[in-house]
């Protein structure tokens, strides 16, 4: 005869913990240089030491930036995610016509990068050129005969012998050529129109002679009246 069996099979739970997914660690942010160019013009000139340069790119700002050029740490004046501004330091100033620059942040340092470097390289910027009266020059508020202007610039070294052009008049010597008072790597130059300079727009540019080289400005639109 025939006995019918029921069979259960009952599924122990497991003894092995289960495993805790291993979490994917967060990638450190590359620091990336795109350009190296002048403060007052934003385009790639040599830099020159004790004076204004910036820094493009992505990854900039942290709890702890720096830049160094050979090793040698540039003051910074300003820095957000894409850019740093910065005082080249003056130990790089000796002879030297390039220079490594790297971008450390927070510990992630970007690709060493070659920076050109000149003894002098005057910049005017945009908008720095002031009247007697202290208005920005412009169509609107010109600057007459006789004024004395206050121009400024970076990539004037110290002590450095200026001189400016306005129009058609040469070599004129500036009342005042030196560092701006209280902002690190900014010159100023105060500079007289000369008597007898017509109305309208003359081109001013200076120029700084240095180890028989003269290096001048890019030139800058005066309004006079």
Same mark, same amino acid.
């Given at each position: ?18 495993? *805790?997914?291993?979490? =994917? ?5 590359? #620091?990336? @240089? /795109?350009?190296?160019? %002048? &403060? !007052? $013009? ?11 340069? *910036?820094?493009?790119? =992505? ?5 702890? #930036?720096? @830049? /160094?050029?050979?090793? %040698? &740490? !540039? $003051? ?150």
């Amino acid at each position: 005869f025939t006995v019918p069996v029921s069979l259960t099979v009952q599924t122990l739970p497991s003894t092995t913990p289960p495993t *805790t997914p291993t979490p =994917t660690p967060t990638p450190t942010p590359q #620091v990336t @240089v /795109t350009s190296v160019v %002048n &403060a !007052a $013009t934003f385009q790639p000139t040599p830099l020159v030491a004790g004076s204004l340069g *910036t820094v493009m790119g =992505t990854n900039l700002s942290g709890k702890n #930036v720096s @830049v /160094t050029f050979d090793g %040698n &740490a !540039a $003051t910074l004046t300003y820095n957000n995610s894409t850019q740093i501004n910065l005082v080249v330091p003056v130990a790089i100033s000796s002879g030297k016509t390039s220079a490594s620059m790297v971008v450390t942040v927070d510990g992630t340092s970007s690709t060493a990068q070659t920076v050109q470097l000149a003894p002098a390289w005057p910049s005017i910027f945009s908008n720095g050129v002031l009247n007697q009266d202290n208005s920005q020059n412009t169509p609107s508020q010109p600057a007459k005969a006789g004024d004395v202007l206050q121009i400024f610039a970076t990539g004037i070294p110290a002590n450095a012998t200026v001189t400016g052009q306005i129009g058609t008049s040469n070599n004129l010597v500036p009342l005042y050529a030196g560092p701006a008072p209280g902002i690190p790597g900014l010159q100023q130059v105060d500079l007289m129109v000369p008597n007898g300079t017509p109305s309208g727009f003359a081109g001013l540019t200076l120029c700084v002679n240095s180890g028989g080289q003269q290096y001048c400005s890019q030139g800058w639109a005066l309004a006079l009246k």
